[in-house]
């Protein structure tokens, strides 16, 4: 899954798409307002590894996106859409080039995490509480707070771009 | 940790070093020669994870390196020299740019991880067994085969550069 869009690309690219398409809440055109998910799920640190990721541009991160027991057993039985009580993490890090590795190998060509950076973000399945948003729960947190609802709009515009994959973009790396 | 320099830049930057450092099996030097690892630890894609990579050149890859249980409290708890028991495993995918990811962003920046690349690798610690090797061995699998010795004799030259961090190159990532 990639997130990538749903903070730092606000007013940008998306602007328009965001703008016409994003569940506002107390919009009064009948659909539900959007529910958003406002407290970290514990332990995520040690939850398991579906991929990596690098972004560059503006975020210019070095990603990883973990999964909890109920997401990696849908992700390895190729199971869509994911079940209720699905939480995917996307944690992310400074992209820094390695001066100690590259003196190793002689050559410059090695990037590792640096810092965290661009938040935690996380997609909860609560096909039912979240119906608004595709079944999904979006977060982004920075430095443990949540984000506000302008940028937690952001990000389920995106995301129904991935119909096929219940609108999840990351694949699992075997 | 970064084995980034076991076997692909065999026969190039390195090769000097390697020749003149790495203890061969066999030798009539006095040292112990090397053991190696040669069976993949059961269950290490379940591991937690340490950090993530991305290595430029011949290896071309983004990377996520896991840990067994001894290594991640190890890690976070800030012990060092790792206790024997420790595991620490390098996965690798070919580094590829999301086509998918860049649409929906507008915007070529978007590389993840494809199909599992450059082998797995991992490094076990056990101060005795290994005691020739830094208290390391060290381990390299292509589609589940061990490298032969000839791979495996380049790794703990480039590791030993690491001294202050008991010879692991990847440091935690928060």
Redesign the interface.
Known sequence: M?W??CVL?EGV??AGMVASMAPASGQADGEAAPIFVTEIPPGY?????I???????D?ND???I?GNDVAIKAYREGRLPFPDGTIIAR?A?S?DP?E??N???????????G??KNGVQFMVKDAKKYAATGGWGFAHFNDGKPADEAVLNTCFP?HQ??KDRDLV???Y??
């Open positions: 990639r990538i869009v690309v690219a998306l640190r040690d939850w398991r590894l991929s990596v990721a690098h972004e560059e541009g975020l070095l990603r990883a973990l944690l890090w992209y390695s100690e590795n003196t190793v190998f002689g050559r410059p060509q090695s990037f590792v995490a810092p965290p995106c771009a991935i973009f990351t694949r790396a075997p």
